[in-house]
């Protein structure tokens, strides 16, 4: 299984600065025939289930604002939130969807 | 909208049995791969399994295989996940979730359901 490794833990922000949550997988995401890398960034807030942000690395889910963007390639990508509103506040975590069994993060919460 | 309803999470004794299920909405469920997705308390998220659009493809957890079964019946757009021989680590919340066309990824997730194996 490809183990996904997330940090930090948590961030403690303030409003309109920029986060930024890393994901390391123990293996490469990036499949060559596409020439996409496989992870994924989801949000979930309390009581809530999950809801995806990002996709492929960098391609934002339907709706999803522009302040949320997704970088990153082969073993090493970065969620940025940039101009950090209390609405973000959550659990971020990562997952990878370049096979089975799908592997999460163990999550970033941002707080304000 | 995309709506996804699981129901059918309870108290279980160990090694008894539980079928799950997730009712879709909003979408053409048939052509949609899905998945089940659990969180036991103060664990992270856990991938369980995975049926394609048409069933003919089926993945599981090595944590669950060979106990649970994934299945589907695109006529009542519902998708459903039978447990059995549970233990007290399977206690969770289950989620199902909508796999994405073009990703794979779990691009819509229901509220969960509650399971708790205890005698």
């Known amino acids: 299984d490809i183990v996904m490794t997330q940090s930090p833990d948590s961030l403690v922000m303030s409003l309109g600065e920029r986060a930024t949550i890393n994901c390391r997988s123990r293996?490469?995401?990036?499949?060559?025939?596409?020439?996409?890398?496989?992870l994924a960034w989801y949000q979930r807030k309390p009581g809530q289930p999950p809801k995806l942000l990002i996709y492929?690395?960098?391609t934002r889910a339907s709706g999803v604002p522009d302040r949320f963007s997704g970088s990153g390639s082969g073993t090493d990508f970065t969620l940025t939130i940039r101009n950090l509103q209390a609405d973000d506040v959550a659990l971020y975590f990562c997952?990878?969807?370049?096979?089975?069994?799908?592997?999460f993060g163990a999550g970033t919460k941002v707080e304000i | 909208q995309v709506q996804l309803v699981e129901s059918g999470g309870g108290v279980v004794q160990p090694g008894r049995s539980l079928r799950l299920s997730c009712a879709a909405s909003?979408?053409?469920?048939?052509?949609?791969?899905m998945h089940w997705v659990r969180q036991a308390p103060g664990k992270g998220l856990e991938w369980l399994a995975v049926?394609?659009?048409?069933?003919?493809?089926?993945y599981y957890a090595d944590s669950v295989k060979g106990r649970f079964t994934i299945s589907r019946d695109n006529s009542r757009n519902t998708l459903y996940l039978q447990m059995n021989r549970l233990r007290p680590d399977d206690t969770a919340h289950f989620f199902c979730?909508?796999?994405?066309?073009?990703?794979?990824?779990?691009?819509?997730w229901g509220q969960g359901t509650l399971v708790t194996v205890s005698s």
């Open positions: 492929s690395a960098s």
């Open positions: 049926i394609s659009y048409d069933e003919t493809t089926i």
């Open positions: 997952q990878q969807h370049y096979t089975y069994p799908f592997t």
């Open positions: 909003g979408f053409t469920f048939s052509r949609h791969g």
């Open positions: 293996q490469s995401l990036f499949y060559r025939p596409k020439n996409k890398n496989y």
């Open positions: 979730a909508r796999g994405s066309p073009d990703a794979a990824v779990l691009d819509y």
